[in-house]
């Protein structure tokens, strides 16, 4: 019977962790992996987890590697602290974690914003691995390695993605930063062009292509903010290339 050990980064999470670790309580193993939190996120780690970590952030994906250094099982499950197993995706996953057609699969993510959830927002994500050759690489954004096939799961994860507008900002202008060096390390230039073309090419791409105009101003919402993302990331790459940081 193959096991699982589930992996939970945080950082101020004290909100969310509890329940995200009842919602994987069928897990062999749960570490938490947390950055130093100011608030009550290490004591309820500490309480209900089967192994706490505390580490200084640098980039998620070293933060990830560290945790998966300390997993013992088969496979390893990757969770945030706002996200949720539902009863149907755990079946689901033990059945695929029992047949091993695959040696990762991917878990379907749709956004939870203005208090629903948009079906036309969403992510499919490589989160559920074999441990054994598994790694992150990047900063933000981070990719999963894995050696072999990858499948899809059909039970979405119910993950609660913004805690407000304020909030959604904040999230695209922490990343921006970190794609920005992403880009400039792989040798990109920015330039006004791709200033204006490619927050424009997301927006239509989010609210045309990809139906979010179906979840109606929720939909409209994230579809400009992640075009404002977008704009940030190279706005942020110009400032970098002219050393203005």
């Not at 900063?139 to 894995?146: A, D, I, N």
């Not at 909030?167 to 930063?177: C, F, G, T, V």
């Not at 927006?203 to 105009?213: E, R, T, W």
Request: with cysteine.
């Amino acid at each position: 019977m193959p096991t699982l050990s589930v992996i939970i980064p945080t950082f101020n999470e004290e909100a969310y962790l509890e329940s995200a670790i009842r919602s994987v309580r069928f897990a062999d193993e749960i570490i938490v992996i947390d950055s130093f939190s100011t608030d009550h996120t290490p004591e309820i780690a500490q309480k209900y987890a089967s192994v706490f970590l505390q580490r200084k952030f640098d980039n998620f994906s070293n933060q990830k590697n560290h945790a998966l250094a300390h997993a013992t099982c088969d496979w390893v499950l990757f969770l945030d602290a706002d996200e949720r197993i539902t009863y149907p995706l755990q079946l689901e996953i033990k059945k695929a974690m029992n047949e091993g057609k695959h040696q990762g699969y991917k878990l379907n993510f749709p956004h939870f914003y203005m208090n629903r959830f948009l079906y036309h927002h969403s992510s499919n994500v490589l989160r559920l691995v074999q441990r054994e050759g598994t790694k992150y690489t990047g900063l933000v954004h981070e990719k999963l390695q894995v050696n072999g096939s990858i499948g899809t799961l059909k039970n979405p994860v119910l993950h609660f993605t913004y805690k407000g507008l304020e909030h959604y900002i904040q999230k695209r202008e922490s990343y921006a930063w970190f794609q920005a060096e992403q880009l400039q390390k792989k040798g990109k230039k920015a330039n006004l062009f791709l200033l204006f073309f490619k927050p424009s090419w997301r927006f239509f791409s989010s609210y045309v292509l990809k139906g979010g105009f179906k979840d109606g101003i929720p939909g409209l919402s994230i579809s400009a903010i992640n075009a404002y993302g977008v704009f940030q990331r190279y706005a942020k790459l110009i400032l970098l290339q002219r050393n203005m940081r």
